[in-house]
């Protein structure tokens, strides 16, 4: 089976690549895919000759040379002639967004091509631009042979309520069907199988400067209160509870990537509320330091409150290095931690009242406007203190709760999840053999991107066709003998 993708799955900025949600899952899925993978080949296809330099750069500093023997690169005019060969399979996308409207359309135009299986996966799911890309695929028409990679419950569900609801206004507005979305697998996120080799609490804690008996809290996401969570709330929580004397001494990590206004903001939170002594902030850390973290720490907190979150790695990380996890019930996060057994959920409460934020939800920008649909959710605050107070006083609880967490954390590593991807890959292939006696066709003109020469036909003198003559002149015959190139 021949697998591609229009995906390089790295950005080319290497501050962001490791401290971003989106950019470490898609790094990771694609060192997993050619780690455990057993397709016949695989092939990227990137933008130019040096996007295509950069790509093949970035997989040898990352992998190992015998883990590359199946990769091949190519750019992404070749598209069409490995195409028309019957060269791909499988176009999967690290973005389910982002290509395959447009692949959708292109292979619905094709001719005598063997039809060819288009997949990606999920990642933010909120604001507006999604739902016009959701618009674009039904519009492109998505075959029975095509898959959305949903990495939680949660994200399956946004999406066929979305559907639902752009097919039923659509017919409402219009009085036309739409065709069917294609089909929506549900397949998590990934870690790697490193983690199950746990580094030793002591010598975390000896790197870090703590103390052997020392309460270490972990808060680790990136710094962003309009993209990733609201780090208030829980702060004053902990105020609230510390100043009571509800909890024994302890020390909360704030760990992330982050621009320097948005760590500012957070440490101004932490001494205006005078938790200075308690709390410690660790920015744009490295991985290796990450994983000290990780293991130095008693108990992982995450109260994300943004409707952007989808999954939630941290706390899969977290469960990987033993941590009872203390997590918002809201987003991808509630179906990662079992309630009472690997840590504890914390109830969410959303208003109701959609307004303003609804009717101008074309016009904010996309970070400001999650933001405020953000302030619009709380946690349970009773429940907070509840499970941070059982967990703070009990070791043996901690121990029991993390050593389930660790456990259960190795469903998700990468070496159990690409062959889910393999069955759900070869079940498209099938699929796609099966269906039109192996072609597809549609004589429509395209309708996401503009038939150039329809629209634009009018701005240069004349077009030169197939029935026009031309010849070659001697310039052009000296320049050609002399291997010249512009």
Known sequence: MKWGSLDSFLIQDKFWQDKMGKPIANKDFMLALLTYGTLDS?????????????????????????????????????????????????LHQGDFTFHAPYLMEYRAGLSGAAPFGISGTTHSLDGVKIQSRLI???????????????TSDCARQMLAAAFGAITENFKERFGATLPEPPELVQIPLGISDEFEAMPARGECRAALGLGEDELVLLCLGRFSARRKMDLGPMLECLQYLQARGDLPPFTLILAGGGSESEVGLTRDIVETLGLGASVRIEANHSLARKRELYGAADIFVSLVDN??????????????????AIVSEFNGYRELVHD???????????????????SLAG???????????????????????EALGALAGNQDLRREMGQKAKSLSRDYLW???????????????????????GVVRNNAPPLLVPDH??????????????????????????????????
Not at 363 to 385: C, E, H, I, N, T
């Open 363 to 385: 016009l904010l920008d996309p970070s400001l406007l999650g933001f405020y649909r953000g302030q619009k959710v709380a946690f349970d605050f009773k429940r907070f203190a």
């Open 307 to 324: 409707y952007q979150e989808t999954f939630g790695l941290t706390v899969i990380e977290a469960m990987a290095h033993g941590l009872p």
């Open 415 to 437: 070496s159990r999840i690409i062959p889910r991807y393999e069955e759900m890959w070869r079940a498209q292939h099938e699929a796609a053999i099966a269906c039109n006696g």
């Open 453 to 486: 020469k329809r629209v634009f036909g009018h701005y240069p003198t004349r077009f030169l066709d197939g029935q026009t003559r031309v010849r070659v002149s001697e310039y052009c015959r000296a320049r050609a003998a002399e291997n010249f190139k512009p």
């Open 42 to 90: 695989y092939k990227f296809y990137y933008l130019d000759e040096e996007d295509m330099a950069h790509g093949r750069v970035g997989l040898e500093e990352i992998l190992p040379l015998d883990k590359l023997v199946r990769v091949h690169f190519a750019t992404q005019s070749e598209l069409a002639d490995d195409v028309a060969a019957g060269e791909i399979d499988i």
């Open 136 to 150: 674009d695929m039904l519009l492109a028409g998505p075959r029975p042979y095509d898959s959305i990679v949903c």
């Open 340 to 358: 009472g057994e690997t840590g504890f959920r914390v109830p969410t409460y959303a208003s109701a009242g959609e307004e303003p934020w609804q």
